[in-house]
């Protein structure tokens, strides 16, 4: 696309004054300008990433350049047990004005623990200070079928993170658990609190809890004081018959309070990342008013319910929810990016 002279030089313009105010506020919490952009999480390219080869992400130096050249501040991503040679490229990335984060998995039993330890040194070596981690990779209410079944997964949740304690405190890198749609606020932060080491806190996810009735800002009201990293995103919801339809759009374009979001967590945090997870999926269904979907919850409070379809009606989205069903892989890809890519164009624009 050719850009007129006016039109160049608008853009710049604006481009001057959000790097102003930036700086400004690199200032005032003492940290590298680029470290308070935008930075991009694997998941939001989940499609591109499961091609084969050279065409998907596979490899975090593949996916790292890529971000770069997108003008992304930092990437979370997994980073394995890379050699020597690649953890040093990694690294170099921090020295060329981005920062890396980790993703991994728990330890499965006690012997997991040096597969664990060794991808958090791993992640040291690639200059990742923070690393991601969930305890349950499915959603409750679908993963569930009594309050039994989930007691036994919150038990073995808990011995899987003292497995992972010692190999946290050793390496010194810290551990970040994600609210995904696995814990409400009040058994994460339990759990925390249990835990009891201030290297393992949370991973703030702004849209996850949506679908276990928690209103989304006082979630990360709630978090931000032991928050480490984000999945930063937006949201829009639509009401259906057995409950509400959730799903992540390009920031700006749901009904999250972003501007709220980052003043709570940098309130707390100053020089807390945001990763942008811009999930490109067909809408997920939160079946809040079937059975089943209250099997794990024993003192779920109806009025939490009560609240959420309202929330539902009051933002309910008046157009069809953005999908990938009927839509080729080149069209996938293409839509997957362009979502990325404007919301690394609303953060410029509107969150400077």
């Not at 009594?146 to 997964?153: H, V």
């Not at 808990?158 to 814990?183: C, I, M, S």
Request: charged residues 25%; contains cysteine.
């Amino acid at each position: 696309m050719k850009l007129s002279r006016r039109t160049f030089s608008v853009i710049a313009a604006q481009a001057a004054a959000c790097l102003g105010a930036g700086r400004a506020w690199a200032e005032s919490v003492n940290m590298p300008l680029h470290e308070l952009g935008l930075g991009i999480v694997i998941h939001s390219y989940g499609i591109r990433a499961g091609q084969p080869g050279a065409e998907g992400f596979s490899d975090p130096l593949v996916f790292l350049e890529y971000c770069r050249q997108l003008g992304a501040a930092g990437v979370q991503t997994s980073l394995g047990k890379l050699d020597a040679l690649a953890a040093e490229k990694m690294s170099a990335a921090t020295e060329a004005k981005m920062y890396v984060e980790g993703i991994v998995s728990l330890p499965e039993d006690e012997g997991d623990v040096a597969r664990f330890t060794e991808v958090l040194r791993t992640s040291a070596a690639c200059g990742a200070q923070v690393v991601r981690t969930v305890m349950l990779s499915g959603r409750r209410y679908e993963t569930f079928a009594d309050l039994a079944s989930f007691q036994a997964f919150a038990r073995e949740s808990f011995q899987r993170l003292e497995w992972a304690k010692p190999a946290v405190e050793q390496t010194g890198v810290r551990l970040a658990v994600e609210n995904h749609k696995d814990w409400r606020t009040d058994e994460l932060l339990d759990i925390l609190r249990r835990i009891d080491c201030p290297l393992i806190g949370v991973c703030v996810d702004t849209g996850n809890s949506v679908a276990l009735l928690e209103e989304p800002h006082e979630v990360v009201d709630a978090y931000a004081p032991v928050a480490f990293t984000s999945h930063f995103k937006d949201m829009v919801l639509q009401e259906y018959a057995d409950g509400f339809l959730l799903s992540e759009v390009p920031l700006g374009q749901g009904f999250l309070d972003l501007k709220r979001i980052v003043q709570s967590l940098r309130a707390k945090q100053p020089e807390i990342r945001l990763n942008l997870e811009m999930i490109t999926r067909d809408p997920l269904r939160v079946p809040c008013l079937t059975e089943k979907y209250w099997a794990t919850f024993d003192k779920l409070p109806a009025s939490d319910l009560a609240a959420t379809m309202r929330r539902v009606r009051e933002h309910a989205s008046n157009e069809a929810l953005p999908t990938i069903a009927g839509k080729s892989i080149d069209e996938r890809l293409r839509f997957e990016d362009g979502n990325v890519r404007a919301s690394l164009q609303f953060a410029d624009s509107s969150l400077k």
